[in-house]
């Protein structure tokens, strides 16, 4: 147990739900941020408040350590990303699978704001859910992109944060089981229930997976990765 807080990049999607368990698993304090840049991840946005609540309300320990929620705007970003829509396009995924919203280095751009908050409070620990395993498409997620940054924001801040990625190396179902080894049933079924994946930012039809339009590479990636998941506990 590190007294060093961390600071979460908290979407309100499976992934970064799964860092938050895991987090507050590990730190004495836990606060989480949220970026708000376009109307797509609105939706996603939405699931943090429902989200916190219910991990705080399922373990004691968790309810203690848990601390405040931050939302920053970055309306530039949503400016970037709203290239596609600007030029009278519809959301379309392109040819690697990515919504052509998608933000080159958009998490370089999250990392070092939430380092800057990180500074701010004092929080020595940043945890993302940043995957090399199931995301091909984006470079930014890789973990030499990480630990690059780690050290250009350490120099850069003269800090020691250490940035944590504990989903890089397992797949979607893994997890899940990770979910389950931190929360049991409980935090499995709620990160079925509220939290929010799907590109195209709908709630639409409850799968057993969750919510979410169903034919996007994102639901279709938590699709496979909860049907594995559930086929190797049965
Ligand atoms: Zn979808």
Redesign the pocket.
Known sequence: MSDDGALVLFSGGQDSTTCLAWALERFSRVETLGFDYNQRHRVELDRRAILREAMAGMNPAWLRRLGRDHTIALDALGKVSETALTRSTEIALEAGGLPNTFVPGRNIIFLTFAAALAYRRSLGHIVGGMCETDYSGYPDCRDDTIKALQVALNLGMDRRFVLHTPLMWIDKAETWTMAQDLGGRPLVDLIVEDTH????G?R?ERHAWGY?????P??ELRAKGHAKFVAEAA
């Open positions: 994946t799907c590109y195209l709908t639409g979410g339009c169903g034919t996007c994102a639901c």
